[in-house]
């Protein structure tokens, strides 16, 4: 009996191996195109920034208005740094709306301190069904500062609030604990501007703000973070957004904007029915179901990814945290995947239904391959018919290749921003880009397959993330959890 | 079995050289930049006191003849730092760099690549042109607003707006003719100049751009009558007002839509009949700009006309009838407290107790409301029915009541939060409880407490328990 299964397992191994290989060539295939066609696509948006509508935006009164949505649950540390970068954005008219999503800690008395808030009645008016509100704020000193509470009922919710607030035909989402650079918001309209009657949603580069020196709601000084967990999440930001989001959206088939920093029509949004509250991913949700509406509708419409306007985000820095937020995220793609699964391989959706939203199928079910892979390897040691001579080839390939992505994004970052110009940074990018193929890969592979688990059987939530704070505050503002 | 192995060894010796590559491109750039910096930087100092000469009228050859070569070395950065110093020069030195400049051959060098460089040089000295601000350059950018590549062409469509000054007309009618071509794709995407960019350009020449924006309200495009009456409004072209007012009666709402904007913007009083007349327009958007023109005038014959806009069925007029009311002051404030007294229109009254607080009347009815109501030192069953009193019970109906639990917290004068607890005590809701029962605990004066206490002495046990 032990025999025959041991036969059946050693006949079954090629197969098994000859699956792993055509999983590992398409995926890896994917992604070696993404930083051809990111390449490609950099420079050229590069050279195009410079000629193109940037420069006349500034000041012009023809660059349109935007209501910025900033969520916030329990972000005392960093909300008024936030707000501060957000009231003093370089864009020619813009309101900044909060959203306290019922806070229990001083968010709301930081605000009132810093911005001197005064009560109003407001109406709320319901153009998307959201939860109830509760008290309406504004800044005598800064006319285009609204506040509003409400009881926690998710981020999703909150930004639906924001967006029945909102006064502008677009608006901008951005995360209370981030930075936006001075001219981000104005970069990330140049897609609108250029194309305004196809493009509904633009999202730019989060980037990690941890050792960074903050100050007056900007970032001063650019530095890497000073934990290794923290700058392993630089090079994989930078991966990620510079070469995975660029390429994606070269191709028109982006579904993913972060719901860090990203920009969409107002009342496009509004006719889809908002973001929606039930999932965990609702940023993703919202790109893919404004995808599938405006095909199904046969609306011309575009969403793009640039990479110029940066966003500074604060980064989980322990792992307990690191692991619940990337749980969160595959949790989210999955849910986006299932319930958008009418366009998996359908040529009606177009590059997002033939490419976009199969390879986030295969992203998906990509860390179940992966330990399948792993458990095969020590099946097939343990039975003896592993070939140590092409395991260790096979493994020297997956990390040479892991290293070329990442040390080519790297590259990008420096053909682009240029943002860690000291020498020693980019040592550490390099040594980083190495360094996160053992150990990090594989925990991230365990975290998605926690996220597909608590996906397929456990309770969908939205776990919080506690965060640091954002660094080196002026005194006064400083704080850190 | 081997020829896989020679592939993966293949492939694992070819990513590594990858690396190796990028890795070395990676160090490379660095140094060269880093040398160029260190050299511009040097550079930049030794030439900081050319520029002073420059700005203060030194002749291009008036040195060293031949010695700053366009687009090359020393020349190249003195070009950058001559065009970086008349950014922010006074008019007389932004003069003397300019000359400087043309008389130096710079600006003929970017004549020569904006007709023969590749599309990138074409759109960055077009760009350039512009930053030198000499007139020489217009013929060749209002040339170059026709060029085959959308790059040069909208880096064109740039320089001539930053150009505006120096304008003998050409530029305009260059604009005003890539406006027509932009008109005639029909689409305002991807191929041509992006009309907001064009506009944006336009605008730039100020009012002097209204001989060309004029013409355009009578263009068969809506797009373009729509654009041009907004711009005219934003240029500030008060000569327009009777065109602009013409373009009311446009058959497209978004015109209409616009020229109302423009009227308003420019404060057109000679326009308030018309605009009353597109209070009644059956599109939302001609009516809410018609209200906010009317708003920004501020005269008194409106006011009747834009306060049954209170009543209008879309939210967004409602908003703004609000808002304009509150803007013009004066009677226009009493006719919207007058509304919240009367009127059984819910939307109306919620709209006037918005704009009220933008105003110093609901202050106002608050500080006086204590003086109503300490008359009668016992709590009276009747409540009186001063005029403060009356609309701050109207106000609490509409379910606003932050700033009345605001002053019942904080207001200096005991018998205005003693009036405020027996004005906010009918009204449910865990905030007006959990304020009243603030007020009960803790309240300095006694007879706000008692006050406090007997209107929740009705409640359910624990009904502000949420929000306290």
Same mark, same amino acid.
């Given at each position: 009996?032990?025999?025959?299964?041991?036969?059946?397992?050693?006949?079954?191994?090629?197969?098994?191996?000859?699956?792993?290989?055509?999983?590992?060539?398409?995926?890896?295939?994917?992604?070696?195109?993404?930083?051809?066609?990111?390449? *490609?696509?950099?420079?050229?948006?590069?050279?195009?920034?410079?000629?193109?509508?940037?420069?006349?935006?500034?000041?012009?009164?023809?660059?349109?208005? *935007?209501?910025?949505?900033?969520?916030?649950?329990?972000?005392?540390?960093?909300?008024?740094?936030?707000?501060?970068?957000?009231?003093?954005?370089?864009?020619?008219?813009?309101?900044?709306?909060?959203?306290?999503?019922?806070?229990?800690?001083?968010?709301?008395?930081?605000?009132?301190?810093?911005?001197?808030?005064?009560?109003?009645?407001?109406?709320?008016?319901?153009?998307?069904?959201?939860?109830?509100?509760?008290?309406?704020?504004?800044?005598?000193?800064?006319?285009?500062?609204? *506040?509003?509470?409400?009881?926690?009922?998710?981020?999703?919710?909150?930004?639906?609030?924001?967006?029945?607030?909102?006064?502008?035909?677009?608006?901008?989402?951005?995360?209370?604990?981030?930075?936006?650079?001075?001219?981000?918001?104005?970069?990330?309209?140049?897609?609108?501007?250029?194309?305004?009657?196809?493009?509904?949603?633009?999202?730019?580069?989060?980037?990690?703000?941890?050792?960074?020196?903050?100050?007056?709601?900007?970032?001063?000084?650019?530095?890497?973070?000073?934990?290794?967990?923290?700058?392993?999440?630089?090079?994989?930001?930078?991966?990620?957004?510079?070469?995975?989001?660029?390429?994606?959206?070269?191709?028109?088939?982006?579904?993913?904007?972060?719901?860090?920093?990203?920009?969409?029509?107002?009342?496009?949004?509004?006719?889809?029915?908002?973001?929606?509250?039930?999932?965990?991913?609702?940023?993703?949700?919202?790109?893919?179901?404004?995808?599938?509406?405006?095909?199904?509708?046969?609306?011309?419409?575009?969403?793009?990814?640039?990479?110029?306007?940066?966003?500074?985000?604060?980064?989980?820095?322990?792992?307990?945290?690191?692991?619940?937020?990337?749980?969160?995220?595959?949790?989210?793609?999955?849910?986006?995947?299932?319930?958008?699964?009418?366009?998996?391989?359908?040529?009606?959706?177009?590059?997002?239904?033939?490419?976009?939203?199969?390879?986030?199928?295969?992203?998906?079910?990509?860390?179940?391959?992966?330990?399948?892979?792993?458990?095969?390897?020590?099946?097939?040691?343990?039975?003896?018919?592993?070939?140590?001579?092409?395991?260790?080839?096979?493994?020297?390939?997956?990390?040479?290749?892991?290293?070329?992505?990442?040390?080519?994004?790297?590259?990008?970052?420096?053909?682009?921003?240029?943002?860690?110009?000291?020498?020693?940074?980019?040592?550490?990018?390099?040594?980083?880009?190495?360094?996160?193929?053992?150990?990090?890969?594989?925990?991230?592979?365990?975290?998605?397959?926690?996220?597909?688990?608590?996906?397929?059987?456990?309770?969908?939530?939205?776990?919080?993330?506690?965060?640091?704070?954002?660094?080196?505050?002026?005194?006064?503002?400083?704080?850190?959890? | 079995?081997?020829?896989?192995?020679?592939?993966?060894?293949?492939?694992?010796?070819?990513?590594?050289?990858?690396?190796?590559?990028?890795?070395?491109?990676?160090?490379?750039?660095?140094?060269?930049?880093?040398?160029?910096?260190?050299?511009?930087?040097?550079?930049?100092?030794?030439?900081?006191?050319?520029?002073?000469?420059?700005?203060?009228?030194?002749?291009?050859?008036?040195?060293?003849?031949?010695?700053?070569?366009?687009?090359?070395?020393?020349?190249?950065?003195?070009?950058?730092?001559?065009?970086?110093?008349?950014?922010?020069?006074?008019?007389?030195?932004?003069?003397?760099?300019?000359?400087?400049?043309?008389?130096?051959?710079?600006?003929?060098?970017?004549?020569?690549?904006?007709?023969?460089?590749?599309?990138?040089?074409?759109?960055?000295?077009?760009?350039?042109?512009?930053?030198?601000?000499?007139?020489?350059?217009?013929?060749?950018?209002?040339?170059?607003?026709?060029?085959?590549?959308?790059?040069?062409?909208?880096?064109?469509?740039?320089?001539?707006?930053?150009?505006?000054?120096?304008?003998?007309?050409?530029?305009?009618?260059?604009?005003?003719?890539?406006?027509?071509?932009?008109?005639?794709?029909?689409?305002?995407?991807?191929?041509?100049?992006?009309?907001?960019?064009?506009?944006?350009?336009?605008?730039?020449?100020?009012?002097?751009?209204?001989?060309?924006?004029?013409?355009?309200?009578?263009?068969?495009?809506?797009?373009?009558?729509?654009?041009?009456?907004?711009?005219?409004?934003? *240029?500030?072209?008060?000569?327009?007002?009777?065109?602009?007012?013409?373009?009311?009666?446009?058959?497209?709402?978004?015109?209409?839509?616009?020229?109302?904007?423009?009227?308003?913007?420019?404060?057109?009083?000679?326009?308030?009949?018309?605009?009353?007349?597109?209070?009644?327009?059956?599109?939302?958007?001609?009516?809410?700009?018609?209200?906010?023109?009317?708003?920004?005038?501020?005269?008194?014959?409106?006011?009747?006309?834009?306060?049954?806009?209170?009543?209008?069925?879309?939210?967004?007029?409602?908003?703004?009838?609000?808002?304009?009311?509150?803007?013009?002051?004066?009677?226009?404030?009493?006719?919207?407290?007058?509304?919240?007294?009367?009127?059984?229109?819910?939307?109306?009254?919620?709209?006037?107790?918005?704009?009220?607080?933008?105003?110093?009347?609901?202050?106002?009815?608050?500080?006086?409301?204590?003086?109503?109501?300490?008359?009668?030192?016992?709590?009276?069953?009747?409540?009186?029915?001063?005029?403060?009193?009356?609309?701050?019970?109207?106000?609490?109906?509409?379910?606003?009541?932050?700033?009345?639990?605001?002053?019942?917290?904080?207001?200096?004068?005991?018998?205005?939060?003693?009036?405020?607890?027996?004005?906010?005590?009918?009204?449910?809701?865990?905030?007006?409880?959990?304020?009243?029962?603030?007020?009960?605990?803790?309240?300095?004066?006694?007879?706000?407490?008692?006050?406090?206490?007997?209107?929740?002495?009705?409640?359910?046990?624990?009904?502000?328990?949420?929000?306290?």
């Amino acid at each position: 009996m032990l025999d025959a299964m041991r036969e059946a397992i050693v006949a079954a191994v090629p197969w098994f191996n000859l699956f792993i290989l055509g999983y590992y060539v398409l995926v890896n295939g994917v992604y070696f195109a993404l930083l051809l066609i990111a390449s *490609v696509a950099t420079e050229q948006h590069r050279k195009e920034l410079r000629y193109g509508a940037f420069g006349t935006m500034s000041g012009a009164p023809t660059t349109p208005p *935007v209501s910025v949505i900033v969520p916030a649950y329990n972000e005392g540390r960093n909300i008024v740094q936030s707000i501060t970068s957000l009231l003093d954005l370089n864009y020619p008219s813009h309101e900044v709306i909060v959203v306290d999503d019922g806070s229990t800690d001083d968010t709301l008395a930081r605000l009132t301190e810093a911005f001197h808030l005064t009560e109003v009645d407001l109406i709320y008016r319901r153009h998307i069904a959201t939860g109830p509100v509760e008290r309406f704020f504004v800044s005598p000193d800064h006319p285009g500062l609204t *506040v509003v509470t409400k009881p926690n009922t998710g981020k999703a919710d909150s930004l639906n609030v924001g967006i029945n607030l909102a006064r502008s035909p677009y608006f901008c989402s951005v995360d209370a604990d981030s930075i936006l650079e001075r001219n981000a918001l104005l970069r990330l309209m140049g897609p609108i501007v250029t194309d305004p009657e196809r493009v509904v949603a633009t999202g730019g580069i989060v980037r990690i703000a941890n050792g960074c020196k903050v100050q007056d709601g900007r970032i001063v000084e650019v530095n890497l973070p000073g934990d290794m967990l923290s700058r392993l999440q630089v090079v994989e930001y930078l991966r990620c957004f510079l070469f995975g989001r660029t390429g994606w959206s070269s191709l028109g088939a982006l579904v993913i904007l972060s719901g860090t920093f990203s920009l969409f029509h107002r009342e496009t949004v509004m006719k889809v029915g908002g973001y929606d509250r039930r999932t965990v991913a609702e940023d993703m949700e919202l790109v893919v179901r404004l995808h599938r509406r405006m095909r199904e509708q046969g609306a011309p419409y575009r969403i793009t990814f640039i990479a110029d306007p940066i966003c500074w985000t604060e980064a989980p820095s322990r792992l307990k945290q690191l692991g619940r937020q990337r749980r969160r995220w595959h949790c989210g793609l999955g849910e986006s995947v299932f319930s958008h699964w009418r366009m998996l391989f359908n040529p009606r959706y177009g590059p997002v239904g033939v490419f976009g939203m199969p390879f986030q199928l295969v992203e998906l079910f990509g860390p179940l391959v992966e330990v399948l892979g792993y458990v095969v390897v020590i099946g097939s040691a343990l039975l003896g018919v592993l070939s140590t001579h092409f395991l260790l080839l096979y493994l020297a390939l997956s990390i040479v290749l892991g290293v070329f992505l990442s040390v080519g994004a790297v590259l990008l970052e420096e053909l682009t921003e240029r943002r860690y110009p000291r020498w020693r940074d980019m040592w550490m990018l390099l040594f980083v880009a190495v360094l996160e193929n053992f150990g990090y890969r594989q925990l991230n592979v365990l975290w998605r397959v926690g996220g597909l688990y608590q996906l397929l059987w456990a309770r969908r939530r939205w776990e919080v993330v506690k965060k640091e704070g954002l660094g080196a505050l002026p005194a006064g503002a400083e704080g850190s959890k | 079995m081997n020829l896989a192995l020679v592939i993966v060894t293949a492939a694992i010796a070819a990513l590594a050289a990858a690396v190796g590559t990028i890795v070395l491109v990676l160090v490379i750039r660095r140094l060269r930049e880093r040398t160029r910096d260190r050299h511009d930087r040097r550079l930049r100092e030794r030439l900081a006191g050319q520029v002073n000469r420059v700005a203060g009228g030194e002749r291009a050859g008036a040195g060293m003849p031949g010695r700053f070569k366009p687009g090359v070395g020393d020349g190249a950065v003195l070009e950058e730092l001559l065009c970086e110093a008349r950014r922010t020069a006074e008019p007389e030195a932004a003069r003397h760099i300019a000359r400087y400049l043309d008389e130096g051959g710079f600006t003929d060098h970017a004549l020569t690549r904006l007709v023969h460089g590749d599309r990138f040089a074409r759109a960055d000295a077009a760009l350039r042109l512009a930053e030198h601000g000499s007139p020489r350059a217009l013929p060749a950018l209002v040339a170059a607003v026709n060029d085959p590549e959308r790059d040069v062409r909208t880096a064109a469509v740039r320089a001539l707006g930053t150009l505006g000054e120096a304008d003998d007309g050409s530029a305009l009618a260059a604009l005003s003719q890539a406006v027509e071509r932009v008109a005639a794709g029909g689409t305002e995407r991807g191929g041509d100049v992006a009309p907001r960019v064009l506009w944006a350009s336009l605008a730039r020449f100020g009012p002097g751009a209204a001989r060309v924006l004029a013409p355009m309200l009578v263009h068969p495009a809506w797009r373009v009558r729509s654009a041009a009456a907004y711009l005219l409004g934003e *240029v500030g072209a008060a000569e327009r007002i009777p065109e602009l007012t013409e373009r009311l009666a446009d058959m497209e709402p978004d015109v209409r839509a616009k020229a109302a904007q423009a009227l308003g913007r420019l404060e057109a009083r000679s326009a308030l009949f018309p605009l009353l007349g597109r209070l009644e327009d059956p599109a939302w958007l001609v009516r809410m700009h018609a209200v906010r023109a009317l708003g920004a005038l501020g005269e008194e014959t409106a006011t009747e006309p834009v306060a049954r806009r209170l009543f209008d069925p879309h939210w967004r007029v409602r908003q703004e009838a609000g808002q304009a009311l509150a803007r013009m002051g004066g009677s226009a404030v009493e006719l919207l407290t007058h509304t919240l007294l009367t009127t059984e229109d819910g939307f109306a009254r919620e709209q006037v107790v918005e704009e009220l607080q933008r105003t110093p009347v609901l202050a106002e009815a608050i500080d006086r409301v204590g003086g109503e109501w300490t008359q009668t030192a016992e709590p009276a069953e009747e409540e009186p029915a001063g005029p403060a009193t009356r609309l701050l019970t109207a106000v609490a109906d509409v379910g606003a009541h932050g700033r009345m639990l605001a002053a019942l917290a904080d207001h200096a004068d005991p018998g205005v939060r003693r009036a405020l607890a027996r004005l906010l005590g009918p009204h449910a809701g865990a905030r007006v409880t959990a304020g009243l029962s603030r007020a009960a605990a803790a309240d300095p004066d006694p007879q706000v407490r008692a006050e406090a206490e007997r209107q929740l002495a009705g409640r359910a046990p624990g009904a502000g328990a949420g929000a306290a």
